[in-house]
């Protein structure tokens, strides 16, 4: 291909070039995109504001929250559950109240029709081998059947007979609070807080988040990153990598902070984000989905 060749538009050919590049500009298409290193977030960032964690806690699935943000979290979501059963509760005494009204207008209406039916009986006494008096008395129940037919509206069109909107019924809403990230139920006494070791103690924060290695394994003092798998451990909250949990950890399963007995589950692995190389098992691949146009 010369230099010009993607340019060029006289060719016969419609390549696959000018096809990418008219469909980001035609509005159609599914486009695809790869994400950077840039737009992927670092392991010790919080999963809510995406900023390194001041005071870090990690859930039983691994992802690291700011403290304040994750519990602020919560508050709004308890919140929202309390006014939506506030409205459900509303719905359901609206509901009541409307059940026992149809129930009262039920019995008056029975009580109205047996009423009607009490006047048309005939006081005075008739001829059993009668025939007019077998008609005479089947003839005001047969007029009043008559009456109740009349009555009913076949037409659609007829004002009193068309569809209203009715307000959405609610249902019970669930009062559990579940996890932003990985959709699981999540409860204030299962946050663990999180000790990350500093490269260097001397140094302050808004230094500490300047630099790219931050923390170091509470053991090997190997760098921690991305591209590191590391784990919390959950009786001293020490961030270790794995490669340390599985030669040196679960040799005893003891923690080495504080020499407590360690199980599978005190064993947590911190989820983070990728590398921005294939390899890291990330998805790095953002989709668009947009209308498509078929011939």
């Known amino acids: 291909m010369t230099r010009h060749g993607k340019n060029c538009t006289a060719g016969a050919v419609y390549t696959y070039y000018e096809k990418k590049k008219d469909t980001a500009v035609s509005g159609y ?5 790869r994400l950077s290193k840039d ?10 504001s995406l900023q390194p964690c001041k005071n870090p806690i990690i ?4 992802y690291i929250y700011e403290k304040e943000a994750i519990l602020e979290y919560i508050l709004h979501q308890k919140t929202e559950i309390a006014k939506k059963m506030k409205a459900y509760e509303k719905q359901k005494n609206v509901k009541k109240v409307e059940l026992a009204e149809l129930a009262k207008a039920e019995k008056e209406s029975k009580v109205k029709a047996f009423l009607e039916k009490e006047l048309t009986i005939v006081s005075k006494p008739l001829n059993p081998f009668s025939s007019r008096g077998g008609e005479s008395q089947a003839g005001p129940s047969t007029q009043a059947s008559q009456q109740e037919h009349d009555k009913q509206l076949p037409s659609f069109w007829i004002p009193s007979l068309t569809p209203e909107a009715k307000a959405s019924t609610l249902s019970k809403p669930d009062k559990t609070v579940y996890c932003p990230m990985s959709g699981r139920p999540l409860k204030m006494k299962d946050l663990i807080p999180v000790k990350f070791l500093p490269v260097d103690e001397k140094l302050e924060r808004v230094q500490l988040i300047t630099k790219q290695e931050r923390y170091i394994c509470a053991v090997t003092h ?3 990153g991305n591209s590191v798998p590391c784990a919390v451990l959950r009786p001293s909250g020490a961030v270790v990598t794995m490669e340390c949990v599985e030669k040196l950890i679960k040799q005893d399963m003891v923690d ?3 020499g407590v007995k360690l199980a599978e589950k005190d064993i947590i692995a911190i989820q983070r984000g990728g590398t921005g190389f294939a390899g890291s098992g990330v998805k790095l691949e953002a989709k668009e989905s947009r209308p498509v146009m078929q011939a």
């Open 59 to 62: 859930t039983p699935d691994g």
């Open 256 to 258: 080495p902070i504080n």
């Open 29 to 33: 298409g599914t486009q695809s995109l």
């Open 222 to 224: 190997d760098a921690l």
């Open 39 to 48: 737009a992927i977030k670092d392991f010790d960032c919080c999963c809510l």
